[in-house]
């Protein structure tokens, strides 16, 4: 009898993608659709560029049925839950990219403001489909109807190419909402939110929040585009699709920061200071395993369960990045001291740099936020007492 993963503390604290399979002890996405007898037509889907979700639905012989005969699956489930299914099915398919945020750029990042002449196209995954796992704890929420809030632990990115007069341009009113001319082509970009299960009943107690945005001028602002799909998803028109329901003002409101918080962690990789490296986790001790006897392999197979590999993106230390100041402004240290400055981030921002011949370039710039008299932390710590037994 297999041992039951779903309410192992360090499964619940997976990002969803490794998660669900920990906790199910297979691949629970690929097994839905094998055993719904629609794998056959739906693979070539899985890796397709220029198929979002919402297309595989309408066009994929038997996956509108079975959308909607999944909503019972899983207890409170809807089609988020069956595009969760989905989503997690195509990541798998282009060998699970994963991100994961360092604590130290999280918070940095979340003390940065996005500019107001960043263009759209710098909203792009580095892959066609990446999870994005942010660092927690963290303040961004998913709601749940059922379950209440979770707290976010990332994010599926994907990013598609659309032709003109596709069948996505048939909503009309959403057409007029986001401003699609149907004779033009498209990038949509698919954001699939997930919340954690920790503080819920099992490992699979989880939430999620998918849009998608429609994107045919790559140099409108970013913060326009995103605040008008948002927007534009809090209305009647957002979903034609059976199963899906608009966003209630909660929803939207805890959805906007994960957006802004994900497009800021794309901006970054844009960066050519950007710090990435491959952690091969799962790789490393699956070759460590195949040179093992089965007595010694045991204990690092218990291990399996909850390595995964990924890229770590971000600096490992705040000062490995930020711009440190004792003080603000142009005041000495003396002149701070009096006025017992207390210690603050000054936020940092995004920009766009032209550069090359003629200025015709273009890439992002990031001025970090700034520790402002950050000796008081340092100090703080000093007189706090650490007892090792």
Sequence with gaps: MSEDKSLDPQVMALPHPVRLEAAAGAPIDTQIFERAGVMGDLRPYLTDE??????????VPGMLGIASKYFGVIPGGN???FVLMLVRSRLRAYGDPILQVTPALQEMLTETDIGSELPTSFFRPPYPLVYVEFSRPNSFHVTNKQ???HECEGAYLSSYDIPAHSQLFSNTARNEALQLDPAKPARVVEVVVTGSPIGKQHALDDASQDL???LQDEEECLKTVLDRHISFFQSHHSYSQPGMALLSKEEADSLEPIIYQLAKVLLYLNLPESRQINFAERTDLESRLSKLGPKKAAKLKRKQT???DRVIVGPEKIQDAVQDESVAGSDTAEEAAKREVRPHWRRGHFRRIRYGEGRRE???GWIPPTLVNAEAFQKTAKKKPYVVR
């Design 50 to 59: 220029t198929a979002p979700t919402e297309t595989i639905i309408n066009i």
């Design 79 to 81: 089609m988020g839950s």
């Design 147 to 149: 379950s209440g809030l």
């Design 212 to 214: 998608m945005l429609f």
């Design 306 to 308: 909850y390595a995964y």
């Design 362 to 364: 273009v890439r992002i």
